[in-house]
């Protein structure tokens, strides 16, 4: 038999394990590549320590070492380069997140030591000292949760720190997901009759009222061209959508992208108020001398700058805001003149637009496999909420309506 290896104070050593003699502990081992490896410890117990965690990771068939190199900065850019189904687009934005609020601080930590714990705490650190917003916090861990997920399938991790944090974060009162409000009525008239009346804005009219009466996301209606429209039919195709978002190299330049789920190809009827806006939108488009750039391929755009480029999203916005600021500038003074309170609009951008058409699409139709088709919603979960607010509203006016009318 042959005789048993003993440390310095006289406690028998293991297969793998061995005193160095500066009074070090160390433990080799190979890895399931064939690989050997070697780790160092003070103390006998902490060897063991970390040796039976090695051990327990080497049989359920986990890469030990792997996890312990390889920092978050690095496992992301893995994981982001093989990402080959994204458009570049959405890739670029995607990047862009990563980078501005985990690579320079949480991102250079190894995985293996990053827990639970941790990823809660630089979650609830975005919100509260970095004053991120839900919907920021929520790009944040859509970037890291599957990156964290590719490690485990890769071996390199026995869990996914990330797995539930948001679940906890959002029951939290840190958590406020703000609402997209719709135009009210009263509200969504005096816009539509301003921009009629105003003469600095009236060559906007048909745009916003297109805006208005499809639901479309900016992207798509500004991507519309009149191959899109069928006026016979009276029915909009939409099948592609424009950008100006930068890419994964951070180039930004005008690009056609095709819509990124099923639900965004769809097809949308034209009620009058949308086929009289797109027969203003010609008749001018013909007056100024009609002629479209070309965008990957792309042309004879319907939404035009007179000097035939494709309005961009950006413009749109900025000239709501202008509209608003005229508007509310006016309202007072006019509703002084003719007694009766003034009705002020409320800051809104385009996304505001298509959510005030959902929200009357809600107030008078109830199939919601309906609403969700117009809208081109991928999850019905969405077209959900928007109809439980625009119908909880609409049983407070009925409920008004009653007071009185129930016990006589």
Request: glycine share 8%; net charge positive.
């Amino acid at each position: 038999m042959a005789k048993a290896r003993k440390d310095n104070r006289g406690y028998a050593l293991r297969t793998g394990e061995y005193q160095r003699t500066d009074g070090r502990y160390a433990f080799s081992y190979t890895n399931l590549k064939g690989e050997r490896h070697t780790i160092y410890e003070k103390t006998l117990a902490d060897l063991r320590a970390r040796e039976k965690k090695i051990l327990r990771e080497i049989e359920d068939g986990l890469d030990p070492r792997a996890a312990e190199r390889i920092t978050l900065n690095e496992l992301y850019d893995k994981y982001i380069g093989q990402k080959y189904d994204l458009k570049e687009t959405t890739k670029g934005a995607y990047i862009y997140c990563y980078d501005r609020y985990v690579r320079e601080n949480f991102g250079k930590r190894k995985i293996a030591t990053i827990k639970y714990s941790h990823v809660k705490e630089f979650y609830y650190g975005l919100i509260i000292e970095g004053g991120l917003s839900s919907a920021t916090l929520d790009n944040v861990h859509t970037q890291l949760h599957p990156t964290f997920q590719m490690a485990v399938r890769d071996g390199m991790l026995r869990v996914n720190p990330t797995d539930g944090v948001m679940a906890e974060i959002k029951k939290s009162h840190y958590w406020k997901k703000p609402k997209r409000h719709a135009l009210t009525i009263p509200q969504q008239r005096a816009f539509t009759e301003f921009l009629k009346d105003n003469r600095e804005f009236t060559g906007w009219a048909p745009l916003m009222m297109v805006l208005l009466g499809t639901g479309m996301r900016i992207g798509e209606c500004l991507g519309l061209r009149w191959d899109d429209l069928d006026f016979d039919k009276r029915s909009i195709s939409v099948n592609h959508n424009l950008t100006d978002r930068p890419d994964a190299k951070g180039e930004c330049r005008k690009r056609i992208n095709t819509p990124k789920t099923d639900a965004g190809n769809r097809t949308i009827p034209m009620i009058d108020e949308v086929f009289e806006a797109f027969l203003q939108e010609y008749e001018m488009q013909m007056c100024m001398g009609y002629k479209s750039e070309t965008i990957d391929g792309y042309t004879n755009f319907v939404f035009l700058t007179s000097g035939g480029a494709v309005v961009m999203p950006g413009s749109v916005d900025r000239t709501i805001h202008l509209m608003i600021n005229a508007y509310n500038k006016q309202e007072p003074i006019n509703a002084k003149k003719e007694g009766r309170e003034p009705v002020m609009l409320p800051s809104f951008s385009a996304h505001n637009l298509r959510h005030t058409f959902c929200t009357r699409l809600c107030e008078n139709e109830s199939n919601l496999k309906f609403i969700q088709s117009i809208m081109g919603h991928k999850d019905i979960q969405t077209t959900m909420d928007v109809y439980a607010e625009a119908t909880e509203e609409k049983k407070q006016e009925l409920i008004g309506n009653l007071q009185g009318k129930i016990i006589i």
